[in-house]
């Protein structure tokens, strides 16, 4: 055959290749707008990870406009697809290029965010033809994947960087350095908060985290522990951590764990809520982790969750 044919046989073969690897973005539907979605898709395997990410206005690919750059999710994306696992992740209702017909914050409650994981889990088996199907959630997405697990046929549920407790102990124990009168006004708070009561006279050095407009989603999040949730999965677990993680404590890790045995628990060194590697001390200087694309995400974090998914 002349080499002229071979390397135009070549050419195409590599582009047939590259296409099935591309990322293809969707638009998926919900209850109140729209949510775009990303795949990375692999060949020949029905397996399939969503990704469900943070708290705050973090995307899909694990960015924020508060400054955090890292791609840390698109990073776990492609480690997975080179290992032939499809996954798709988004961005949240309302943050990205997801779009809400009304984004009132007063309107948002927790229970959307799990709403739209369902969803989005339907699609992948419905219209995308996956049939194991697997969560991921980090830091908040961690809960809203846990109970978006208990309402689907999910093959497994990975956690990474969550909760082990409800939102107003994790709080209070962020406040513990302030003045005993202010944590115990913040406790009082919560106290009407969990009883679904909206409290109109907050104090403005309280205002950020207690504004009105905000109150309606807190009181639907109060409604969730985490180590209560966690009980109630049938599936796979899997519960990681960092050691260097500033915002969530391995102890959290240890805390799900505890309340189902069944979990497989991970702990690792080194790594920052970033899903990076900073030093053995901890210190993130410049928080680089979490503003430096170019840092691979860290290897036992990609490697343990191939393995729990191939299993």
């Known amino acids: 055959m002349p ?6 046989i070549s050419v195409l073969l590599v582009s047939i290749f590259n296409y099935a690897q591309e990322q293809k973005a969707f638009t998926i539907y919900i209850n109140g707008g729209t949510i775009d979605a990303a795949v990375l898709p ?23 406009k508060l400054g955090v750059t890292a791609n840390s999710y698109q990073l776990l994306a492609q480690a ?37 994981a369902v ?24 809960l809203v994947a846990m109970v978006a697990a208990q309402q689907t046929k999910t093959a497994g549920y990975i956690s990474i960087s969550g909760a082990g407790r409800s939102i107003d102990e994790v709080v209070l124990e962020q406040v513990a350095a ?49 180590t209560d949730e966690i009980k109630k999965l049938q599936c796979s677990i899997l519960i990681i951590n960092g050691t260097c993680d500033a915002q969530v404590k391995e102890k959290e890790a240890s805390l799900l764990h505890a309340a ?3 979990a497989k628990l991970l702990i690792v060194p080194k790594m920052t809520h970033a899903l990076k590697d900073t030093n053995d001390d901890c210190v993130d200087e410049g928080m680089k982790t979490y503003k430096d694309a170019s840092l691979p995400i860290n290897k036992q974090l990609a490697e343990s969750i191939i393995q729990f998914i191939n299993q």
Do not use: C
């Open 80 to 116: 997975l697809q080179k290992e032939n696992i499809a996954t798709l992740r988004y961005d949240k209702r309302g943050i990205g290029n997801s779009k809400l017909f009304d984004a009132s914050e007063s309107k948002q409650k927790f229970e959307d965010f799990i709403t739209d």
């Open 178 to 226: 302030q003045p005993e009168n202010i944590q115990e006004q913040i406790k009082d708070i919560f106290n009407q908060l969990k009883q679904g009561n909206e409290v109109e006279d907050v104090p403005q050095y309280l205002f950020s985290l207690f504004r009105p407009s905000v109150q309606p989603y807190m009181i639907s999040w109060l409604k969730y522990k985490p």
């Open 42 to 64: 692999v060949k020949d395997n029905n397996k399939l990870a969503i990704i469900i990410a943070g708290s705050g206005p973090t995307d899909k690919d694990g960015n924020s």
């Open 119 to 142: 969803t989005i889990y339907n699609y992948a088996k419905d219209s995308l033809r996956y049939n194991k199907i697997y969560f991921i959630g980090h830091s908040e997405g961690s």
């Open 3 to 8: 080499k002229r044919f071979l390397f135009l």
């Open 260 to 262: 189902n045995d069944k």
